[in-house]
T-cell receptor, first 116, second 109 residues
């Protein structure tokens, strides 16, 4: 598809379980972001990948959170030992980060995580 | 370091009234500024960018480097403008974008 795709769209899990969320960015986009959006709240930056540079992990809230990206393609966000406060919508965005790009971020529809 | 501040978490206006969503930024170089919008049950999307100097859905935003602001304005708000609005900044070296905390706009009939 032409847009950013995220899966699963909805995930319900039990406290203590691990979850993995997937993001397929737009082909050719070098930059990829993960955000968390709690109900009624703003975007909370988690992690930023740009090409082959070391990722900016400054937004990850704890060591239970990790993310990987293979080259300039798919990314997975893993949350270990989930807690109820992890319940949120996790948004992925991609961008063509180059001197000639517009800088626009393209967002996926998000993965809604509910931890019981 | 780059920082974006949206001082209003919630903003409510009546239909037909002017609306201004405030955005202030902190950045040492020449930034690129954006407004994104998230309508109910839709994905977050770009509304406008300062370099285009465009008006989208009646909204405009002017970059004021002296006041380090990029406020979003519309002279006559419509009910369909109700949404969450985010101001974002990208540094001049085409690096990471930084978002503000967002403002939820409600336009009442």
């Amino acid at each position: 598809g032409a847009g950013v795709s995220q899966s699963p769209s909805n995930k319900v899990t039990e406290k203590g379980k691990d979850v993995e969320l997937r993001c397929d960015p737009i082909s050719g986009h070098t930059a990829l972001y993960w955000y968390r959006q709690r109900l009624g709240q703003g975007l909370e930056f988690l992690i930023y990948f740009q090409g082959n540079s070391a990722p900016d992990k400054s937004g990850l809230p704890s060591d239970r959170f990790s993310a990987e990206r293979t080259g300039e393609s798919v990314s997975t966000l893993t949350i270990q030992r989930t807690q109820q406060e992890d319940s949120a919508v996790y948004l992925c965005a991609s961008s063509l980060e180059s001197g000639r790009s517009t800088g626009e971020l393209f967002f996926g529809e998000g993965s809604r995580l509910t931890v019981l | 370091a780059q920082r974006v501040t949206q001082p209003e978490k919630l903003l409510s206006v009546f239909k037909g009234a002017p609306v201004e969503l405030k955005c202030n930024y902190s950045y040492s170089g020449s930034p690129e500024l954006f407004w994104y919008v998230q309508y109910s049950r839709q994905r977050l999307q770009l509304l406008l960018r300062h370099i285009s100097r465009e008006s989208i859905k009646g909204f405009t935003a002017d970059l004021n480097k002296g006041e380090t602001s990029f406020h979003l304005k519309k002279p006559f708000a419509q009910e369909e403008d109700s949404a969450m609005y985010y101001c974002a900044l990208r540094g001049s070296n085409a690096g990471k974008s930084t978002f503000g905390d967002g403002t939820t706009l409600t336009v009442k009939p």
